[in-house]
T-cell receptor, first 112, second 117 residues
Framework: GEDVEQSLFLSVREGDSSVINCTYT??????LYWYKQEPGAGLQLLTY?????DMKQDQRLTVLLNKKDKHLSLRIADTQTGDSAIYFC????????????FGTGTRLTIIP | GAVVSQHPSRVICKSGTSVKIECRSL??????MFWYRQFPKKSLMLMAT?????????EQGVEKDKFLINHASLTLSTLTVTSAHPEDSSFYIC?????????????FGPGTRLTVL
């Protein structure tokens, strides 16, 4: 079955790095995504990683994938107040099956 | 690129009425659109998958006669909540999958907040 778990809350000081973690259970995941949701808004795709990769870097964002442990993380370097949002990880399994399973979301709060 | 809009952004209606929500892909064609529901402080729950020109596929537990989905063109899908009840109040988000993308990425609309009185 598909189950995606995240911590609900994370507080980080401005300028520090934020690390948001996600675990999933379906070993047949093909793509894993990170989305950002600001208050009252839809989801913005931040980045994604293919399951045969273990790391992807995109400016301030670094995604790490440990497929053996089914663990995904998103690191945001030099966290800014504009990074305050809810971050969802999502997995897609079986290429051609477009269904995404979302995690519970992590609310990132920036401390000045 | 890859912009998805929803209309309206907010709607308040009385119990028993029907409400239509539109989802449009503005700068790309989408063979598949998805409708999600998000409860306060909760994750997104997939309601149905909408394919252009064919019937929508509903997730288990979602009433297809209550949540009518029409995907009439490659850029428009609509969700109609029929005979709305207060428990239908929620944040509804659509997403669209662009044709010919290697990652099959879904792009999300800004959401529609429905309040049923």
């Amino acid at each position: 079955g598909e189950d995606v778990e995240q911590s609900l809350f994370l507080s980080v000081r401005e300028g520090d790095s934020s690390v948001i973690n996600c675990t999933y259970t379906d070993s047949s995941s093909t793509y894993l995504y990170w989305y950002k949701q600001e208050p009252g808004a839809g989801l913005q795709l931040l980045t994604y990683i293919f399951s045969n990769m273990d790391m992807k870097q995109d400016q301030r964002l670094t995604v790490l994938l440990n497929k053996k442990d089914k663990h995904l993380s998103l690191r945001i370097a030099d966290t800014q107040t504009g990074d305050s949002a809810i971050y969802f990880c999502a997995e897609r399994t079986n290429f051609g099956n477009e269904k995404l399973t979302f995690g519970t979301g992590t609310r990132l709060t920036i401390i000045p | 690129g890859a912009v998805v809009s929803q209309h309206p952004s907010r709607v308040i209606c009385k119990s028993g009425t029907s409400v239509k929500i539109e989802c449009r892909s503005l700068d790309f064609q989408a063979t598949t659109m998805f409708w999600y529901r998000q409860f306060p402080k909760k994750s997104l729950m997939l309601m149905a998958t909408s394919n252009e020109g064919s019937k929508a596929t509903y997730e288990q537990g979602v009433e297809k006669d209550k949540f009518l989905i029409n995907h009439a063109s490659l850029t428009l899908s609509t969700l109609t909540v029929t005979s709305a009840h207060p428990e239908d109040s929620s944040f509804y988000i659509c997403s669209a999958r662009a044709i010919r993308t290697t990652t099959d990425t879904q792009y999300f609309g800004p959401g529609t907040r429905l309040t049923v009185l």
